[in-house]
């Protein structure tokens, strides 16, 4: 892998991790994978970083899937770390104590609709597509998308762009609740982001946390272990200096200064 095919920035607590190989649409071969993981838990540990973003290069692709000239001559052997390690990478993403946002900026089909839906939030431009196209490759979907897309749009949805592997448009992903907005251009994209993002790196990092968790549980949890989560987490919060700060700057009409403590 060339250095220069994740590309990290961090700006303002805010850092900015692109999948850079535009000329293949972004896709994510084994050496992106694990440069990805890396990159992930270097912003998790980077404690000036608040919000991580993820992006692909240009205005074609966010990215177009796993590296299909890597499956060639595999078996169900060789191909297992390949699908562990697209997993691992998701379920890092979605874990993290920070909020992940993903910036769609094109195709984001077979793994990168993937990485993108175990992002917090997706945003994407007006001319993304989104799919799991892998049942034309006589494969299926392996870096989680048969869990996590019932979970978002529904199990009816999930088998029907699951069993034909059709692309569906950014304006259908908003109205089946794939993506939480749409924006006419990649610019305007790239703006919105930028937007959410600095509003989210100014709210308090442990209650941020917390709600991430606490909201994931909710996914994963039967129903009465998350609400008892919930309960001992809001008490949890209490604790923090910003729950105080929070309070004081509301009862004295002022904009609250976090420390994230
Ligand atoms: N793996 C490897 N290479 C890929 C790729 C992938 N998932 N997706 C795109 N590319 C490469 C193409 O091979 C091509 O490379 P080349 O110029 O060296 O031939 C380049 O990216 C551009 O793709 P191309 O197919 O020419 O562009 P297009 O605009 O006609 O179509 C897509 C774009 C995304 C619809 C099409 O590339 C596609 O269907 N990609 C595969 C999507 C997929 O099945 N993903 C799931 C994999 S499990």
Redesign the pocket.
């Known amino acids: 892998m060339s250095e220069q095919d994740v590309l990290y920035e961090v700006t303002d607590g805010i850092a900015t991790i692109t999948i850079n190989r535009p000329?293949?649409?972004n896709?994510l071969n084994i050496a992106v994978v694990k440069r990805l993981r890396e990159l992930f838990e270097q912003a998790e540990k980077d404690e000036s970083v608040r919000v991580v973003v993820l992006t692909g290069t240009g205005e074609k692709?966010f990215a177009?899937?796993?590296?299909?000239?890597e499956f060639q001559g595999k078996d169900s052997k060789s191909v297992r770390a390949l699908a562990e390690n697209g997993q691992a990478l998701c379920t890092y993403i979605e874990s993290m104590s920070k909020p992940v946002i993903a910036a769609v900026n094109g195709?984001a089909?077979?793994?990168g609709c993937e990485v993108a839906m175990a992002c917090d939030i997706r945003y994407a431009s007006a001319n993304a597509r989104f799919g799991q196209?892998?049942i034309?490759?006589g494969i299926i979907p392996g870096f989680g998308g048969t869990v996590r897309l019932p979970r978002l749009v529904g199990l009816g949805i999930a088998k029907e762009l699951v069993y034909t592997g059709d692309q569906i448009k950014a304006e259908e992903a908003l109205r089946i609740g794939l993506v939480n907005r749409v924006f006419d251009s990649v610019e305007a994209l790239r703006a919105g982001v930028d937007e959410l993002a600095k509003k989210l790196s100014k709210k308090p990092g442990v209650a941020i946390r917390l709600a991430k968790q606490s909201l994931n549980n909710a996914w994963a949890l039967p129903i009465r272990e998350s609400l008892d989560f919930e309960v001992n987490v809001f008490c949890e919060v209490f604790d923090t200096e910003d729950m105080v700060e929070g309070v004081d700057a509301f009862l004295n009409k002022r904009e609250p200064h976090f420390k994230h403590k």
């Open positions: 000329k293949k649409y896709a692709a177009a899937g796993a590296d299909i000239t195709f089909l077979g793994g196209p892998e034309n490759l």
